[in-house]
């Protein structure tokens, strides 16, 4: 039986907590920053966790 491979994509975007949790980066804080409020780009830039429904779909692309 083969390794299964953990999805290169995946791995490079999502963190495991010590607690189990995933957690992820914010969206729309690459470009097109200049019609952005400070504090909106302010909010983006930290971590937050990934809503539970999601987490099963994320875990499998982790291999988790």
Request: charged content about 35%; glycine content about 4%.
């Amino acid at each position: 039986m083969p390794k299964v491979k953990t999805n290169s994509g995946a791995k490079k975007r999502f963190k495991l907590t010590g607690t189990g949790k995933i957690k992820r980066k914010h969206a729309y804080k690459s470009h097109i920053l200049t019609k952005k409020e400070t504090k909106q780009k302010r909010n983006l830039t930290h971590m937050t966790l990934v809503h539970k429904s999601d987490e099963k779909n994320i875990k499998q692309l982790l291999n988790l």
